[in-house]
């Protein structure tokens, strides 16, 4: 971890940690020690995704730890363990018959921090929402579950306090954070993507208000538009059905290769190093990851100080109120019912 962060610092990269789930080589303290202060991007911080079991989640109090969740666990409803733990044994290629592969399984795919991650989200503690990749990630559906998750959490806690009695802009702002300018922020690439500015890339999604999070209208990659809502090609009318997203002009030919990026380090430009790889899209350099704190990501920032039970995985906020120390439980039920799923996937 150290020799990892030293070439990061050195290189102005971000560096992404998997912690070692079995605290083989090392337990979440050991692993926090060996950060020695240094920004780190910590993915699947609850830790169904790999982790330090069952303590990872407490990364969430540190203020050089940028942490995110990978969606497979988002939001927490009555059927994330059971498909995570099948989805866990497959993609490791364990036996349910083997008392060991199982117990492994088991202390990964936890009920309660699962449940705290809820929390923690909607707290702001959590800055990123992630896909992660195979097994463990679920690209397609970034956004939808981080808006399933906003819905779960207005239901079962009511509005933040920052919000107006009219609305739940704060919420909705905490929540679209999560996906768009953090993930910039956090990799050094904010200043071309993540918000939608004068002198960034135009990459903008379109949404019809009843479909929102679930199917896109219209989507603009670097100006131009890459896929939208159309109709058969055979057919005379543009809104012949089936009506679906497909892909438009700028996804064709060599448009990708003026309306997208590889982001690469500096040096790899300056030594022309990167030049050589035969890539066609244009090449930008990443800044800025190394100097950021937790406290620079929007809306999202909070850094509690967090406890695990050992046994029973109980996440707890450990808070100062009148000079004596007050634990809350971080849990919600498990959903039996989201958001965005299945009656918006008819047609």
Request: proline share 5%.
């Amino acid at each position: 971890i150290d020799a990892c962060l030293q070439v990061a610092d050195h290189y102005d990269i971000q560096a992404l940690i998997h912690t070692d789930t079995l605290n083989e080589s090392g337990c979440l303290e050991q692993t926090v020690e060996a950060f020695a202060g240094r920004c780190i991007h910590a993915y699947h911080a609850e830790g169904a995704g790999g982790g330090h079991a069952p303590d990872i989640i407490a990364v969430c109090g540190e203020s050089n730890v940028i942490p995110s969740s990978t969606n497979p666990t988002r939001p927490y409803t009555k059927n994330t363990v059971d498909e995570a733990l099948d989805m866990l044994i497959i993609c490791h290629h364990l036996d349910r018959n083997i008392k060991e592969d199982l117990s492994f399984a088991e202390s990964r795919i936890r009920a309660e921090t699962i449940a705290a991650e809820d929390v923690l989200h909607d707290i702001g503690a959590i800055s990123i929402y992630s896909s992660d990749a195979l097994a463990m990630g679920r690209i397609g559906e970034v956004v939808s579950r981080t808006w399933q998750t906003a819905d779960k959490m207005r239901l079962l806690r009511g509005k933040l306090d920052e919000d107006s009695p009219n609305n739940d802009n704060f919420r909705v702002k905490r929540y679209i954070a999560k996906y768009t300018i953090n993930p910039a922020l956090a990799h050094g690439i904010a200043s071309y993507v993540g918000s939608v500015e004068p002198g960034k890339m135009a990459d903008l999604v379109l949404w019809k208000p009843g479909l929102f999070g679930a199917k896109p209208e219209l989507v603009i990659k670097g100006g131009q538009i890459i896929s939208a809502q159309i109709g058969l090609a055979n057919g005379s009318i543009p809104n012949a059905e089936p009506m679906m997203l497909r892909k438009m002009f700028g996804a064709c030919g060599i448009s990708t290769r003026k309306n997208s990026a590889v982001f690469v380090s500096q040096v790899s430009l300056d030594k022309g190093i990167v030049q050589k790889y035969g890539v066609k899209k244009i090449l930008l350099p990443v800044s800025g990851s190394r100097k950021i704190t937790k406290s620079d990501f929007v809306l999202n920032s909070l850094t509690p100080k967090l406890s695990v039970h050992p046994e029973k995985y109980l996440v707890e906020w450990i808070k100062e109120e009148g000079g004596k120390e007050k634990r809350v439980h971080l849990t919600v039920p498990p959903s039996d019912h989201i958001a965005l799923a299945q009656t918006y996937f008819l047609f």
